[in-house]
């Protein structure tokens, strides 16, 4: 981070520094004494969520301002989804087959970054969950065109690390599901969605439905995979029954190849523009 003082008084790094040079003494050494912003068995208190919840916004917000990340693509996937390579390990012949859909994401990634760099690589941006999987395949057609890529990694009790391809600079981590949510969507000019399960599930039908209400404008949205998505998912039964409208189908679009995706994004029509009514509400 760029240092840019605009007072004369001493910052609180100094203060840090100078606190920890002070005697050892029954006072000094009491948890009350302590900086409350160095102190972080104060900090993980339960009166402190509404404060981490803050600076779990904050952080990658003021960090990917400061990398010139002004917009990007969104992959979400499964993580259970293998590379070619490896589709004799996966735990199923369903995700075995599901493993041609890693090469599409990595080509896709690959195709849009390669697109982003000829204007200086600050616009599209590929961001993905920073695990195994299909976020693998996307952060590393990325690194592999040559660019930058967003990982929002979230804490889970199974998975340690983020995948080896995220930028360093760019790799962030979570405790809270909703904020990490916000920062998939806050500068999104495209959301792709792969196969994958319950997390896949969630972040396609939340981002849709944020469209579909307005309170995010409309952004190419790509299902790759028709057959898998018509299987896991009767389209056309919520639209009979009424439960959502027929022009909600056309909030999005099956892709199948990463070709088909990329000139399906860049020729998006509505892109930007935001619903003013539900259609099928009654007003």
């Known amino acids: 981070m760029t240092k840019d003082r605009r007072h004369l008084m001493r910052d609180s790094q100094e203060d840090q520094r100078t606190a920890g040079q002070v005697p050892q003494t029954p006072q000094t050494t009491s948890p009350s004494y302590r900086l409350a912003f160095t102190d972080e068995d104060f900090l993980l208190r339960d009166d402190l969520r ?59 990634a ?31 057609g990325a690194e592999e065109a040559g ?23 760019l790799a962030f981590n979570f405790h809270y599901f909703a904020i ?29 439905t944020l469209i579909q209400t307005g309170r995010m404008k409309r952004v190419p949205f790509l299902l790759f995979g028709r057959a898998f998505w018509e299987k896991i998912v009767n389209w056309e039964a919520l639209a009979e029954a009424g439960t959502i409208a027929e022009e909600d189908l056309q909030l999005f679009k099956f892709v199948e190849t990463a070709d088909e995706a990329f000139e399906a994004m860049r020729s998006w029509t509505h892109a930007g523009e935001r619903r003013e009514h539900i259609p099928g509400r009654a007003e």
């Not at 003021?62 to 590379?83: D, K």
């Not at 500068?187 to 396609?204: I, W």
């Open 147 to 169: 660019g930058r890529s967003v990982g929002l990694n979230i804490v889970l009790p199974h998975e340690q690390a983020p995948n080896p391809y995220v930028t360093p600079e």
């Open 50 to 108: 509404p404060v981490r919840w803050q600076l779990e916004l904050l952080k990658p917000e003021l960090l990917m301002n400061e990398a010139g990340v002004h917009s990007t693509v969104v992959l979400f996937g499964g993580a259970r989804i293998p590379e070619p390579a490896k589709k004799h390990t996966a735990r199923t012949q369903t995700l075995a087959d599901l493993s041609a859909f890693y090469e599409e994401a990595r080509l896709f």
């Open 110 to 140: 690959r195709r849009v970054t390669e697109w982003s760099l000829e204007t200086g690589g600050s616009e599209n941006v590929i961001v993905t969950g920073g695990g195994p999987g299909v976020m693998e395949a996307g952060n590393r």
């Open 180 to 208: 990490r949510k916000m920062h998939f969507l806050m500068r999104a000019k495209a959301v792709c969605v792969f196969p994958g399960g319950f997390g896949t599930l969630d972040e396609l039908f939340e981002t849709l």
